[in-house]
Protein backbone atom coordinates (compact mmCIF):
# COMPACT_ATOMS: atom_id res chain seq x y z
CA UNK A 1 0.00 0.00 0.00
CA UNK A 2 1.70 3.35 -0.90
CA UNK A 3 0.15 6.28 0.49
CA UNK A 4 2.36 8.73 -1.58
CA UNK A 5 2.12 10.78 -4.56
CA UNK A 6 3.68 10.01 -7.44
CA UNK A 7 6.34 12.85 -8.94
CA UNK A 8 3.87 14.00 -11.77
CA UNK A 9 1.10 14.86 -8.53
CA UNK A 10 3.76 16.43 -6.60
CA UNK A 11 3.74 18.86 -9.68
CA UNK A 12 0.64 19.33 -9.66
CA UNK A 13 0.29 19.86 -6.21
CA UNK A 14 2.60 22.64 -6.05
CA UNK A 15 1.67 24.15 -9.00
CA UNK A 16 -1.36 24.40 -7.75
CA UNK A 17 -0.16 25.89 -4.23
CA UNK A 18 1.80 28.25 -5.75
CA UNK A 19 -0.87 29.67 -8.68
CA UNK A 20 -3.43 29.64 -5.45
CA UNK A 21 -0.90 31.97 -3.16
CA UNK A 22 -0.54 34.28 -5.75
CA UNK A 23 -4.06 34.48 -7.16
CA UNK A 24 -6.44 34.04 -3.83
CA UNK A 25 -4.56 36.01 -1.64
CA UNK A 26 -6.47 36.34 1.79
CA UNK A 27 -7.17 40.19 0.81
CA UNK A 28 -8.52 39.12 -2.58
CA UNK A 29 -10.88 36.51 -1.27
CA UNK A 30 -11.99 39.07 1.47
CA UNK A 31 -12.59 41.46 -1.65
CA UNK A 32 -14.33 38.57 -3.46
CA UNK A 33 -16.23 37.84 -0.30
CA UNK A 34 -17.34 41.32 0.50
CA UNK A 35 -18.59 42.69 -3.09
CA UNK A 36 -19.23 39.60 -5.96
CA UNK A 37 -21.49 36.84 -5.87
CA UNK A 38 -19.13 34.97 -7.85
CA UNK A 39 -15.61 34.78 -9.24
CA UNK A 40 -14.77 37.97 -11.26
CA UNK A 41 -14.26 37.18 -15.05
CA UNK A 42 -10.42 37.84 -14.92
CA UNK A 43 -9.77 34.86 -12.07
CA UNK A 44 -12.07 32.88 -14.12
CA UNK A 45 -9.98 33.67 -16.88
CA UNK A 46 -6.39 32.71 -15.11
CA UNK A 47 -8.39 29.30 -14.43
CA UNK A 48 -8.53 29.20 -17.80
CA UNK A 49 -5.48 30.11 -18.93
CA UNK A 50 -3.93 27.21 -16.46
CA UNK A 51 -6.01 24.92 -18.83
CA UNK A 52 -8.00 24.14 -15.26
CA UNK A 53 -11.39 22.70 -17.27
CA UNK A 54 -9.75 21.14 -19.57
CA UNK A 55 -9.27 18.70 -16.96
CA UNK A 56 -11.62 16.54 -16.81
CA UNK A 57 -12.68 16.22 -20.43
CA UNK A 58 -11.90 13.11 -21.99
CA UNK A 59 -9.26 13.34 -24.44
CA UNK A 60 -11.11 12.73 -27.78
CA UNK A 61 -12.89 15.87 -26.81
CA UNK A 62 -9.49 17.95 -26.53
CA UNK A 63 -9.17 17.28 -22.72
CA UNK A 64 -6.73 15.73 -20.34
CA UNK A 65 -9.02 13.11 -19.25
CA UNK A 66 -7.43 13.52 -15.81
CA UNK A 67 -8.00 11.10 -13.19
CA UNK A 68 -10.14 12.08 -10.12
CA UNK A 69 -7.16 11.65 -7.69
CA UNK A 70 -4.72 13.90 -10.04
CA UNK A 71 -8.39 16.33 -9.74
CA UNK A 72 -8.32 15.78 -6.43
CA UNK A 73 -4.86 17.25 -5.83
CA UNK A 74 -5.56 20.62 -7.82
CA UNK A 75 -8.69 21.36 -6.20
CA UNK A 76 -7.61 20.56 -2.73
CA UNK A 77 -5.50 23.31 -3.45
CA UNK A 78 -8.45 25.84 -4.00
CA UNK A 79 -10.77 24.83 -0.89
CA UNK A 80 -8.10 25.61 1.05
CA UNK A 81 -8.13 29.31 0.14
CA UNK A 82 -12.09 30.06 -1.23
CA UNK A 83 -14.64 27.28 -0.78
CA UNK A 84 -16.66 29.72 -2.85
CA UNK A 85 -14.32 29.16 -5.47
CA UNK A 86 -14.06 25.73 -5.50
CA UNK A 87 -17.59 25.47 -5.90
CA UNK A 88 -17.80 27.93 -8.85
CA UNK A 89 -15.29 25.71 -10.81
CA UNK A 90 -17.47 22.84 -9.59
CA UNK A 91 -20.82 23.66 -10.70
CA UNK A 92 -19.16 23.61 -14.15
CA UNK A 93 -16.53 20.82 -13.97
CA UNK A 94 -18.55 18.60 -12.05
CA UNK A 95 -22.08 18.78 -13.10
CA UNK A 96 -21.27 20.25 -17.04
CA UNK A 97 -18.07 18.58 -17.54
CA UNK A 98 -20.02 14.46 -15.82
CA UNK A 99 -23.60 15.26 -16.77
CA UNK A 100 -22.50 16.13 -20.72
CA UNK A 101 -19.25 13.80 -20.44
CA UNK A 102 -21.62 10.44 -18.61
CA UNK A 103 -25.02 11.16 -20.56
CA UNK A 104 -24.50 13.55 -23.80
CA UNK A 105 -25.17 12.66 -27.04
CA UNK A 106 -22.17 12.90 -29.77
CA UNK A 107 -23.51 15.78 -31.15
CA UNK A 108 -23.73 17.33 -27.54
CA UNK A 109 -20.24 16.36 -26.07
CA UNK A 110 -18.56 18.10 -29.17
CA UNK A 111 -20.62 21.10 -29.18
CA UNK A 112 -20.47 21.46 -25.72
CA UNK A 113 -17.31 19.92 -24.01
CA UNK A 114 -14.85 22.31 -26.12
CA UNK A 115 -16.58 25.17 -24.66
CA UNK A 116 -16.40 24.35 -21.15
CA UNK A 117 -12.59 23.55 -21.59
CA UNK A 118 -12.30 27.03 -23.31
CA UNK A 119 -14.14 28.62 -20.18
CA UNK A 120 -16.77 29.67 -21.92
CA UNK A 121 -19.41 27.74 -21.56
CA UNK A 122 -20.79 27.98 -17.52
CA UNK A 123 -23.48 24.82 -16.29
CA UNK A 124 -25.21 24.62 -13.05
CA UNK A 125 -27.46 21.33 -11.56
CA UNK A 126 -31.07 22.54 -11.05
CA UNK A 127 -32.25 19.54 -9.13
CA UNK A 128 -33.62 20.58 -5.66
CA UNK A 129 -37.25 22.39 -5.08
CA UNK A 130 -38.82 24.00 -2.26
CA UNK A 131 -40.91 20.99 -1.02
CA UNK A 132 -37.44 19.49 -0.33
CA UNK A 133 -33.65 18.42 -1.22
CA UNK A 134 -33.55 14.86 0.88
CA UNK A 135 -36.50 13.16 -0.88
CA UNK A 136 -35.89 14.54 -4.32
CA UNK A 137 -38.26 12.07 -5.73
CA UNK A 138 -41.41 13.24 -3.60
CA UNK A 139 -40.34 16.53 -3.78
CA UNK A 140 -39.71 17.34 -7.90
CA UNK A 141 -42.92 19.29 -9.13
CA UNK A 142 -41.37 20.81 -12.12
CA UNK A 143 -42.96 19.49 -15.02
CA UNK A 144 -41.36 18.90 -18.60
CA UNK A 145 -44.33 18.63 -21.34
CA UNK A 146 -43.67 17.40 -24.96
CA UNK A 147 -45.14 19.95 -27.42
CA UNK A 148 -44.40 18.93 -30.87
CA UNK A 149 -40.53 19.78 -31.46
CA UNK A 150 -40.11 21.40 -28.13
CA UNK A 151 -40.44 20.69 -23.99
CA UNK A 152 -42.50 23.41 -22.32
CA UNK A 153 -41.04 23.27 -18.39
CA UNK A 154 -43.07 24.95 -15.52
CA UNK A 155 -41.76 24.99 -11.99
CA UNK A 156 -39.61 26.06 -9.55
CA UNK A 157 -36.00 25.46 -8.19
CA UNK A 158 -33.95 26.36 -5.27
CA UNK A 159 -30.60 26.48 -3.83
CA UNK A 160 -29.03 26.76 -7.40
CA UNK A 161 -25.43 27.18 -7.39
CA UNK A 162 -24.15 29.38 -9.85
CA UNK A 163 -27.47 29.72 -11.71
CA UNK A 164 -26.89 32.99 -11.97
CA UNK A 165 -24.13 33.40 -14.11
CA UNK A 166 -24.78 29.58 -16.14
CA UNK A 167 -25.15 29.55 -19.61
CA UNK A 168 -26.75 26.53 -19.03
CA UNK A 169 -29.19 25.21 -16.33
CA UNK A 170 -29.15 21.42 -16.49
CA UNK A 171 -32.73 20.76 -14.64
CA UNK A 172 -33.89 17.66 -13.83
CA UNK A 173 -37.96 17.57 -14.58
CA UNK A 174 -41.04 15.19 -14.15
CA UNK A 175 -41.73 13.99 -18.11
CA UNK A 176 -43.19 10.88 -17.37
CA UNK A 177 -47.19 11.29 -15.92
CA UNK A 178 -47.67 7.56 -15.77
CA UNK A 179 -44.48 6.02 -14.50
CA UNK A 180 -43.45 4.97 -10.99
CA UNK A 181 -41.60 8.03 -9.63
CA UNK A 182 -38.01 7.02 -10.07
CA UNK A 183 -38.73 5.93 -13.55
CA UNK A 184 -40.64 9.87 -14.26
CA UNK A 185 -37.53 11.99 -14.62
CA UNK A 186 -35.53 13.34 -17.28
CA UNK A 187 -32.80 16.00 -16.94
CA UNK A 188 -32.80 18.78 -19.86
CA UNK A 189 -30.26 21.99 -20.68
CA UNK A 190 -32.29 25.02 -20.50
CA UNK A 191 -30.43 28.22 -21.85
CA UNK A 192 -30.37 30.56 -18.79
CA UNK A 193 -31.50 33.46 -21.15
CA UNK A 194 -34.36 31.39 -22.65
CA UNK A 195 -38.00 33.28 -22.27
CA UNK A 196 -40.07 32.32 -19.30
CA UNK A 197 -36.63 31.70 -16.86
CA UNK A 198 -36.22 34.04 -13.88
CA UNK A 199 -33.76 33.70 -11.18
CA UNK A 200 -34.29 35.09 -7.03
CA UNK A 201 -31.39 35.84 -5.47
CA UNK A 202 -31.34 33.90 -1.93
CA UNK A 203 -29.51 36.03 0.82
CA UNK A 204 -26.85 33.19 3.09
CA UNK A 205 -24.23 33.20 5.67
CA UNK A 206 -21.94 31.24 3.69
CA UNK A 207 -20.29 31.38 0.43
CA UNK A 208 -20.78 34.84 -0.33
CA UNK A 209 -18.81 34.74 -3.56
CA UNK A 210 -20.72 31.87 -5.01
CA UNK A 211 -24.36 32.31 -4.77
CA UNK A 212 -27.36 29.61 -4.53
CA UNK A 213 -30.45 31.04 -6.09
CA UNK A 214 -33.90 30.04 -6.99
CA UNK A 215 -35.29 29.60 -10.32
CA UNK A 216 -38.23 30.20 -11.79
CA UNK A 217 -39.83 28.32 -15.30
CA UNK A 218 -42.82 29.82 -16.58
CA UNK A 219 -43.49 27.61 -19.52
CA UNK A 220 -39.78 27.85 -20.86
CA UNK A 221 -39.66 26.21 -24.36
CA UNK A 222 -36.85 24.41 -25.20
CA UNK A 223 -35.64 22.51 -28.31
CA UNK A 224 -36.11 18.50 -27.62
CA UNK A 225 -32.74 17.63 -28.18
CA UNK A 226 -31.52 19.24 -25.34
CA UNK A 227 -32.71 16.10 -23.37
CA UNK A 228 -29.29 14.68 -21.97
CA UNK A 229 -29.50 11.11 -21.26
CA UNK A 230 -32.20 9.01 -21.90
CA UNK A 231 -35.73 10.00 -20.90
CA UNK A 232 -37.56 8.75 -17.86
CA UNK A 233 -34.43 7.43 -15.97
CA UNK A 234 -32.52 10.71 -14.56
CA UNK A 235 -32.99 9.57 -11.29
CA UNK A 236 -30.54 6.46 -11.88
CA UNK A 237 -28.08 8.75 -14.32
CA UNK A 238 -27.53 11.53 -12.34
CA UNK A 239 -25.97 8.90 -9.48
CA UNK A 240 -23.06 9.30 -11.66
CA UNK A 241 -22.55 12.78 -11.01
CA UNK A 242 -23.87 12.99 -7.62
CA UNK A 243 -21.88 10.52 -5.88
CA UNK A 244 -18.15 12.31 -7.52
CA UNK A 245 -19.73 15.08 -6.68
CA UNK A 246 -19.70 14.21 -2.56
CA UNK A 247 -15.73 13.49 -3.18
CA UNK A 248 -15.73 17.19 -4.78
CA UNK A 249 -17.52 18.53 -1.63
CA UNK A 250 -15.42 16.03 0.60
CA UNK A 251 -12.65 18.01 0.09
CA UNK A 252 -14.05 21.01 0.68
CA UNK A 253 -14.64 20.04 4.16
CA UNK A 254 -11.12 19.08 3.77
CA UNK A 255 -9.84 22.76 3.01
CA UNK A 256 -12.38 24.37 5.47
CA UNK A 257 -10.19 21.91 7.98
CA UNK A 258 -6.91 22.87 6.86
CA UNK A 259 -7.62 26.40 6.80
CA UNK A 260 -8.99 26.70 10.10
CA UNK A 261 -6.32 24.75 11.78
CA UNK A 262 -3.56 27.20 10.19
CA UNK A 263 -4.88 30.37 11.03
CA UNK A 264 -6.02 29.13 14.47
CA UNK A 265 -2.56 27.28 14.85
CA UNK A 266 -0.92 30.54 13.99
CA UNK A 267 -3.21 33.06 16.19
CA UNK A 268 -2.69 30.56 19.85
CA UNK A 269 1.44 31.68 19.02
CA UNK A 270 0.39 35.40 18.66
CA UNK A 271 -2.17 36.23 21.33
CA UNK A 272 -1.19 36.74 24.66
CA UNK A 273 -3.44 35.90 27.91
CA UNK A 274 -2.04 36.34 31.64
CA UNK A 275 1.55 36.86 30.52
CA UNK A 276 2.24 34.42 27.33
CA UNK A 277 1.33 33.23 24.75
CA UNK A 278 -2.52 31.78 24.43
CA UNK A 279 -0.57 28.72 23.04
CA UNK A 280 0.68 27.15 26.22
CA UNK A 281 -3.20 26.07 27.46
CA UNK A 282 -3.78 22.71 26.76
CA UNK A 283 -7.52 23.52 26.30
CA UNK A 284 -6.88 25.01 22.84
CA UNK A 285 -3.63 22.60 22.21
CA UNK A 286 -6.50 19.98 22.40
CA UNK A 287 -8.92 21.68 20.14
CA UNK A 288 -5.77 21.77 17.63
CA UNK A 289 -4.95 18.30 17.84
CA UNK A 290 -8.55 16.74 17.33
CA UNK A 291 -8.57 19.00 13.99
CA UNK A 292 -5.30 17.53 13.22
CA UNK A 293 -6.62 14.49 13.57
CA UNK A 294 -9.99 15.23 11.25
CA UNK A 295 -7.90 16.66 8.58
CA UNK A 296 -6.29 13.64 8.46
CA UNK A 297 -8.78 11.81 8.51
CA UNK A 298 -11.42 13.19 6.07
CA UNK A 299 -8.06 13.35 3.48
CA UNK A 300 -7.17 9.72 3.90
CA UNK A 301 -11.15 8.87 3.13
CA UNK A 302 -11.32 11.50 0.04
CA UNK A 303 -8.43 10.43 -1.52
CA UNK A 304 -9.53 6.65 -0.56
CA UNK A 305 -12.36 7.70 -2.53
CA UNK A 306 -11.16 9.22 -5.46
CA UNK A 307 -8.91 6.14 -5.80
CA UNK A 308 -11.68 3.82 -5.65
CA UNK A 309 -13.41 5.77 -8.46
CA UNK A 310 -10.07 5.83 -10.94
CA UNK A 311 -10.00 2.18 -10.68
CA UNK A 312 -12.94 1.23 -11.37
CA UNK A 313 -14.20 -0.16 -8.15
CA UNK A 314 -17.25 1.07 -5.73
CA UNK A 315 -17.19 3.77 -4.17
CA UNK A 316 -20.47 5.21 -3.36
CA UNK A 317 -20.11 4.21 1.07
CA UNK A 318 -16.76 5.67 1.25
CA UNK A 319 -17.66 9.07 -0.98
CA UNK A 320 -20.63 9.38 1.49
CA UNK A 321 -18.38 8.69 4.17
CA UNK A 322 -16.11 11.21 3.08
CA UNK A 323 -18.52 13.94 3.03
CA UNK A 324 -19.70 12.68 6.18
CA UNK A 325 -16.46 12.83 7.80
CA UNK A 326 -14.91 16.22 5.76
CA UNK A 327 -18.25 18.11 6.65
CA UNK A 328 -18.22 17.17 10.82
CA UNK A 329 -14.62 17.86 10.75
CA UNK A 330 -15.03 21.33 9.26
CA UNK A 331 -18.05 22.03 11.62
CA UNK A 332 -15.73 21.23 14.57
CA UNK A 333 -12.81 23.32 13.41
CA UNK A 334 -15.20 25.83 12.77
CA UNK A 335 -16.83 26.21 16.57
CA UNK A 336 -13.09 25.36 18.21
CA UNK A 337 -11.89 27.73 15.82
CA UNK A 338 -13.73 30.72 16.57
CA UNK A 339 -13.19 29.64 19.99
CA UNK A 340 -9.56 29.87 19.80
CA UNK A 341 -9.93 33.41 18.06
CA UNK A 342 -12.14 34.14 21.15
CA UNK A 343 -14.88 37.48 19.82
CA UNK A 344 -12.23 37.95 17.07
CA UNK A 345 -13.81 34.41 15.78
CA UNK A 346 -16.74 36.15 14.57
CA UNK A 347 -15.62 39.21 13.39
CA UNK A 348 -14.41 40.22 9.89
CA UNK A 349 -11.35 41.35 10.78
CA UNK A 350 -9.64 38.00 10.74
CA UNK A 351 -10.09 35.76 7.57
CA UNK A 352 -11.32 32.60 9.85
CA UNK A 353 -14.45 33.93 10.01
CA UNK A 354 -15.28 33.25 6.08
CA UNK A 355 -14.27 29.58 6.90
CA UNK A 356 -16.17 29.43 9.91
CA UNK A 357 -19.65 30.14 7.97
CA UNK A 358 -18.69 28.79 5.22
CA UNK A 359 -18.11 25.27 6.55
CA UNK A 360 -21.91 25.27 7.61
CA UNK A 361 -23.03 24.85 3.94
CA UNK A 362 -21.61 21.74 3.24
CA UNK A 363 -23.50 20.03 6.86
CA UNK A 364 -26.49 19.52 4.42
CA UNK A 365 -25.48 19.83 0.93
CA UNK A 366 -25.13 18.12 -1.72
CA UNK A 367 -26.41 15.51 0.69
CA UNK A 368 -27.30 15.79 4.47
CA UNK A 369 -25.42 14.04 7.24
CA UNK A 370 -28.10 12.76 8.57
CA UNK A 371 -29.15 11.10 5.80
CA UNK A 372 -25.66 10.28 4.89
CA UNK A 373 -25.49 8.08 8.36
CA UNK A 374 -28.98 6.43 7.23
CA UNK A 375 -27.71 5.44 3.93
CA UNK A 376 -24.52 4.28 5.25
CA UNK A 377 -26.57 1.53 7.38
CA UNK A 378 -29.61 1.24 4.75
CA UNK A 379 -27.05 0.09 2.32
CA UNK A 380 -25.94 -2.55 4.55
CA UNK A 381 -29.49 -3.89 4.90
CA UNK A 382 -31.15 -1.92 7.70
CA UNK A 383 -34.86 -0.84 7.45
CA UNK A 384 -34.96 2.21 4.93
CA UNK A 385 -36.22 5.56 5.86
CA UNK A 386 -37.28 6.21 2.02
CA UNK A 387 -40.12 4.24 0.17
C1 LIG B 1 -26.09 27.04 -0.31
C2 LIG B 1 -26.72 25.84 -0.96
C3 LIG B 1 -26.27 25.40 -2.19
C4 LIG B 1 -26.93 24.35 -2.85
N1 LIG B 1 -26.59 24.03 -4.15
C5 LIG B 1 -27.42 23.21 -4.85
C6 LIG B 1 -27.26 23.04 -6.27
O1 LIG B 1 -26.35 23.59 -6.90
N2 LIG B 1 -28.15 22.25 -6.94
C7 LIG B 1 -29.17 21.61 -6.29
O2 LIG B 1 -29.95 20.93 -6.96
N3 LIG B 1 -29.33 21.74 -4.94
C8 LIG B 1 -28.50 22.52 -4.22
N4 LIG B 1 -28.68 22.70 -2.87
C9 LIG B 1 -29.74 21.97 -2.20
C10 LIG B 1 -29.22 20.92 -1.22
O3 LIG B 1 -28.80 19.79 -1.92
C11 LIG B 1 -30.36 20.65 -0.23
O4 LIG B 1 -30.42 21.77 0.65
C12 LIG B 1 -30.16 19.38 0.53
O5 LIG B 1 -30.37 18.28 -0.31
C13 LIG B 1 -31.12 19.28 1.73
O6 LIG B 1 -32.44 19.54 1.32
P1 LIG B 1 -33.35 20.59 2.15
O7 LIG B 1 -32.53 21.80 2.38
O8 LIG B 1 -34.61 20.74 1.40
O9 LIG B 1 -33.60 19.90 3.54
P2 LIG B 1 -34.72 18.80 3.85
O10 LIG B 1 -34.67 17.73 2.82
O11 LIG B 1 -36.01 19.49 4.07
O12 LIG B 1 -34.20 18.22 5.23
C14 LIG B 1 -34.46 18.88 6.48
C15 LIG B 1 -33.93 18.01 7.61
O13 LIG B 1 -34.60 16.74 7.61
C16 LIG B 1 -33.65 15.70 7.60
N5 LIG B 1 -34.20 14.54 6.87
C17 LIG B 1 -34.88 14.52 5.69
N6 LIG B 1 -35.17 13.25 5.34
C18 LIG B 1 -34.63 12.44 6.29
C19 LIG B 1 -34.56 11.04 6.50
N7 LIG B 1 -35.11 10.19 5.63
N8 LIG B 1 -33.93 10.61 7.61
C20 LIG B 1 -33.36 11.46 8.49
N9 LIG B 1 -33.37 12.79 8.34
C21 LIG B 1 -34.00 13.28 7.27
C22 LIG B 1 -32.43 16.28 6.91
O14 LIG B 1 -31.26 15.56 7.23
C23 LIG B 1 -32.43 17.70 7.47
O15 LIG B 1 -31.83 17.69 8.74
C24 LIG B 1 -27.98 23.68 -2.19
C25 LIG B 1 -28.38 24.09 -0.91
C26 LIG B 1 -27.80 25.18 -0.33
C27 LIG B 1 -28.38 25.70 0.98
Partial sequence: MDFGFTEEQLIIQESFRNFCEKELSREYVRWMDEHVDFPPDE????????????????????????????????????CKRSMSVALALGVTMGFGVRFIGELG????????????????????????????????????????????DRWVISGQ?????????????????????????????????VPRETKGVTIGRIPKISCHHCDSVEIFYEDVEVPKENLLGTRGNAFYEIMTVLNPERIGVAMMGVGIIAAIYELSFKYVQERQA?????????????????????????????????????????????????????????????????????GYGVCDEYPVSMFVRDAYQIQFSPISNEMSRNMLMQFQGLPKSWP
Fill in 43 to 78: LWQKFVDLGMFWGGIPVEYGGQGMAQVDGMIAFEQI
Fill in 157 to 189: KVFITGAHVADSLITVCRTEKDKSRSRSLSTIM
Fill in 105 to 148: TKEQKEKYLPLIGQGKFKTCMALTEPGGGTDILGAIKTTAEEKS
Fill in 274 to 342: FGGPISRFQILQNYLADMCINLENARNITYKSAWLCDNGKPYHLEATMAKLVAAEGARHAATFGAEIFG
